[in-house]
């Protein structure tokens, strides 16, 4: 992504843990990039479930699919205390209208994000928390986040964090 923020004038700004950087509604003004920290996307569902749309850590782009919207379509909070790199919206379509590499860049990189958003919708299709944690340790080489974070992995893959803790102690037992 630094061929897209390396050519664009951008704003560094900071959010506490549990900030928002915007929410569902807001009109679109910015893309973030993550500069170091963490940034969940998130939709309340009707049932008072939420649904985790991305995690954006060091180095990823947020809410891309926001370039071409008038507003945002969800919350995005830091959860950690985050640095980003801020893009005007206008800007940065201005210079996607003109420069052809930044063009491809910005479309390679919505290629990959579709990749793995068909990846998480997969997980999400999957019927037990066993599958579901199954196919994300393989999306994550195996591993695990630190236990603090695992609340994070539930709802990544949709489930309580009762269910995953469950499930990852029956794992543990079961060796």
Same mark, same amino acid.
Do not use: F, H, I, Y
């Given at each position: 992504m630094d061929a897209i923020f390396g050519k664009l004038p951008t704003a560094a700004r900071q959010f506490a843990k549990g900030a928002f950087l915007f929410h569902q509604a807001e009109p679109v003004a910015v893309i973030h990039r993550i500069?170091? =920290?963490? +940034?969940?996307?998130? #939709? &309340?569902? *009707?049932? =008072? &479930? +939420? @649904?985790? @749309? &991305?995690?954006?850590?060091? =180095? !990823? +782009?947020?809410?891309?699919?926001?370039?071409f919207a008038t507003h945002y379509h969800c919350d995005a909070m830091a959860v950690v205390p985050t640095e980003t790199l801020a893009v005007s919206v206008a800007? @940065?379509?201005? &210079? @996607?209208? +003109? !420069?052809t590499g930044l *063009?491809? /860049?910005?479309a390679a990189h919505l290629a990959l994000e579709v990749q793995a958003a068909r990846l998480r919708a997969e997980i999400l299709a999957l019927r037990t928390v066993a599958e579901?944690?199954? /196919?994300? #340790? /393989?999306w994550h080489d195996g591993k695990l986040p630190p236990r603090g974070e695992w609340k994070r992995v539930a709802d990544e893959i949709g489930v309580s964090p009762e269910a995953l803790y469950r499930e990852l102690a029956r794992q543990r037992r079961d060796g």
């Open positions: 500069a170091n =920290g963490a +940034v969940q996307l998130c #939709r &309340q569902q *009707a049932a =008072g &479930q +939420v @649904l985790v @749309l &991305q995690r954006a850590t060091g =180095g !990823d +782009v947020l809410a891309e699919a926001s370039l800007a @940065l379509r201005r &210079q @996607l209208a +003109v !420069d *063009a491809e /860049a910005w579901r944690l199954e /196919a994300w #340790r /393989a």
